[in-house]
C-alpha cells in the first residue's frame, strides 16, 4: 500500500515578465513527477505547488525552473 503525503510550498521566481514566462514555469513544474497542483502568479512572482513529499521535493521543482532559463528565490 501507497501512502502519499502531499506537502505545498511556494517557491519565489524571479525573472518572469509576462504570461508566456508563467507558462513556461508551470509547465516544467507540471512535468515533474509527483507534482500535483501548480499556480504560478506573474504578480506575486511565486510558484505556488502541491506535490507527493515521496516522489519529489522543492530542490527538484527548483531545478526544473532554474533549467527553463528563470531563478528560483
Ligand atoms: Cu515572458
Known amino acids: 500500500m501507497e501512502v502519499e503525503t502531499i506537502t505545498q510550498e ?3 521566481v524571479e525573472g518572469m515578465s509576462c504570461g508566456h514566462c508563467v507558462m513556461r514555469v508551470k509547465k516544467a ?4 513527477e509527483g507534482v500535483k497542483k501548480v499556480d ?3 504578480e506575486d ?3 505556488v ?3 507527493d513529499e515521496g516522489k519529489t521535493d522543492v530542490e527538484k521543482i527548483k531545478a526544473a525552473v ?8
Do not use: D
Open 29 to 32: 513544474i507540471e512535468g515533474i
Open 10 to 12: 511556494t517557491i519565489k
Open 49 to 51: 505547488v502541491e506535490f
Open 66 to 73: 532554474r533549467e527553463t532559463g528563470y531563478e528560483p528565490v
Open 40 to 42: 504560478v502568479s506573474l
Open 45 to 47: 512572482k511565486q510558484a
